[in-house]
């Protein structure tokens, strides 16, 4: 089964921002919709972002809305989550997923997904 690869997680202090990206080496990128989910300890997973298979077109969770960007560079077949102004409930383990069509905010709509990277934001 073809897998992504997230990176870019880590420890940041609170206010600080990570860019995590999302690449897919064994998929043409361009052609899915690509969202970014998280799961909080304890918690379900939970939807963040996603974007359409021609980047023209992007949502977000309430939880995010005005500190993260979702972008795609198809030419590197990479998917980018830019998060600012973290908060410490933002930690959780980042996946991303990919699906044909609009996909959107339900997991049920990826066929792809990434083992996650964990982000931890410090207070």
């Known amino acids: 089964q073809e897998q992504l690869i997230e990176s870019g997680g880590g420890v940041v202090q609170a206010g600080g921002s990570l860019r995590l990206s999302c690449a897919a080496p064994g998929l043409t990128f361009r052609l899915y919709a690509v969202g970014w989910f998280r799961q909080i300890l304890g918690k379900e997973r939970e939807f963040v972002a996603h974007?359409?298979?021609?980047?023209?077109?992007?949502e977000y969770s309430d939880s995010v809305k005005g500190r993260g960007t979702i972008s795609r560079d198809d030419a590197k077949n990479t998917v980018y989550l830019q998060m600012n102004n973290l908060k410490p409930e933002d930690t959780a383990v980042y996946y991303c997923?990919?699906?044909?069509?609009?996909?959107?905010?339900?997991?049920?709509?990826?066929?792809?997904w990434g083992q996650g990277t964990q982000v931890t934001v410090s207070s």
């Open positions: 974007i359409n298979w021609r980047g023209d077109f992007a």
């Open positions: 997923a990919a699906g044909l069509g609009t996909a959107g905010r339900e997991e049920t709509n990826y066929n792809y």
